[in-house]
């Protein structure tokens, strides 16, 4: 079987740096906040070139305690888009905040501009532009549009790490922004891990404090925080990580663009690039009316496939007539049946590449 993703094979990539780096932190004397984790947020925040990087114990919380560390909470709305993992919507309503969501763009599945107007209000204090599958919301328009209206901008770049926009990192555009390392993504951890990264030195120097208790000296809570630390074994595992992202996200893009030369099949439609954007190939997703029928197809070939997302977070049980919806979601609920899920990880072999090719090219759907 050709697994869709396997983090496992990352890890035998780097095995032997993985297993030194973890044995180092087991024979230390400190597991949680330690020097991996402070080695990690200056190397991550060189990477970004960002001022500064804060290690939190996962994606979905670095959502929220970037939105705590702008006083967003009761009676707030945040602006965001259906089509994402329902993390993002969790971080905000566990702030107290109200998740306003907006359809996407039909050709690049990210957060349509030009349906914020409808959305807006004075309630509206942050917009969370969630780069999707690897690709850039379009930065130049939504920058342009919270700087009109004075709300902040918060970058959700769990599926984008290493991405680009007009030749600048991800992640650097926003007032803050918000990195998942679940183990399938970009840059993943053997575990949970998130990142939240800034500019803002007030801003980072609350999140430390929110990201533990509210301390700043240990035991005196200057400020209602939380528990969200990310521990010295995951820390250790992204430095090493971190070192060979880039040429892993150059496997990706070359898997990418073996799929959109390779498959010729009419009744698929390949992803799309923004212009001024580069992806890293998060997810490869294609479309495709006879979805379902492709994925069993897909299957019986010894492929397997993902869809992100099956269902869209407004039609979900938690979440049905309970959530703000301004106008129709008419792409999301489309995309939701459409979407499918190519294998692509750094380590996947370029002959299963064509393999998944030459199935998808023999596809003949009953009508």
């Known amino acids: 079987m050709i697994s869709f993703a396997n983090p496992s094979a990352q890890f035998h990539s780097y095995k032997n740096k993985i297993e030194l780096a973890v044995l180092k932190v087991l024979r230390g004397n400190q597991y949680i906040l330690g ?26 919380d670095a959502i929220e305690i970037a939105l705590r560390a702008l006083n967003i909470g009761q009676g707030d709305e945040v602006i965001t888009v259906s089509h994402t993992a329902v993390a993002t919507v969790a971080a905000i309503e566990a702030t107290g905040a109200k998740p306003v969501l907006i359809d996407v763009d039909k050709n690049f599945f990210t957060l349509d501009v030009s349906k914020l107007n409808k959305a807006i209000n004075p309630n509206t204090k942050a917009i969370i532009a969630v780069h999707l599958y690897g690709q850039s919301v379009d930065l130049d328009k939504i920058s342009a549009f919270c700087k009109l209206n004075k709300v902040f901008l918060i970058e959700d770049v769990s599926q984008a790490h290493g991405g680009l926009w007009n030749e600048k990192k991800l992640g650097t555009f926003g007032i803050i922004s918000c990195f998942s390392c679940y183990p399938t993504k970009n840059l993943g951890a053997l575990g949970d891990a998130g990142l939240i990264a800034t500019n ?66 009419s009744h698929i439609i390949l992803p799309s690039v923004r212009e001024k954007a580069d992806p890293v190939f998060h997810l490869f997703v294609i479309r ?53 899920s190519l294998p692509i990880f750094p380590e996947l072999k370029i002959s299963d590449v064509k393999k998944v090719i030459s199935v998808i090219n023999i596809f003949n759907p009953k009508l």
Not at 205 to 221: F, P
Not at 239 to 263: P, Q, V
């Open 200 to 265: 803002n030195i007030l801003l980072s120097k609350k999140i430390h404090k929110l990201r533990e208790y509210g301390w700043k000296n240990r035991y005196i809570s200057e400020i209602k925080g939380r528990n969200s630390r990310l521990d010295e074994i995951q820390a250790a595992i992204l430095r090493i990580k971190l070192k060979y992202l880039d040429k892993d996200n150059l496997k990706r893009k070359k898997i990418a663009s073996i799929y959109i030369e390779g498959i010729k099949n």
């Open 35 to 60: 020097k991996e984790v402070s080695s990690l947020e200056k190397e991550f925040a060189d990477y970004l070139n960002i001022k500064s990087v804060i290690g939190v114990a996962n994606g979905t």
């Open 288 to 340: 495709t009316k006879f979805r379902d029928q492709l994925k069993k197809h897909l299957e019986k070939n010894g492929i397997s496939t993902g869809i992100h997302y099956p269902v869209p977070i407004h039609l979900q049980k938690a979440y049905k007539n309970k959530i703000k919806i301004p106008a129709d979601l008419k792409v999301t609920e489309l995309l939701a049946k459409e979407v499918l």
